[in-house]
């Protein structure tokens, strides 16, 4: 049974970093892209990074420049970097494979506030 556990979200001020971090089970981790996505209050899940098996990545353009994604996959966990946060990036944080399967792991509360 695949499970996605997501940690390192917290309050931070605008301007802020936080690093995420989400750990992978039940699948081969070094087979499959994966994926950060966020959902904000009222608005529907999105996808803000991804990387390939390869380490390409890709970004959303609301967080390029400003999010870095990695992999580690000798510890079937993926990472994304926040820097220079902003208001709206406060949301619910939640890894998955890319494209994503139907099971989500509790996400991880990122709120950007001063």
Known sequence: QVQFVESGGDLVQPG??????CAASG????????????????????LVARITIGGSTNYADSVKGRFTISRD??????????NSLKPEDTAVYYCNL?????????GTQVTVSS
């Not at 699948?27 to 999105?46: L, T, V």
């Not at 996959?73 to 926040?82: D, H, M, R, S, W």
């Open 73 to 82: 996959n000798a510890k079937n966990t993926v990472y994304l970097q926040l």
């Open 16 to 21: 802020g970093s936080l690093r995420l971090s």
């Open 98 to 106: 890319y494209p994503n399967l139907r099971e989500w792991g509790q």
């Open 27 to 46: 699948i081969i981790f070094s087979i499959y892209a994966m994926g950060w996505y966020r959902q904000a209050p009222g608005k529907q899940r999105e």
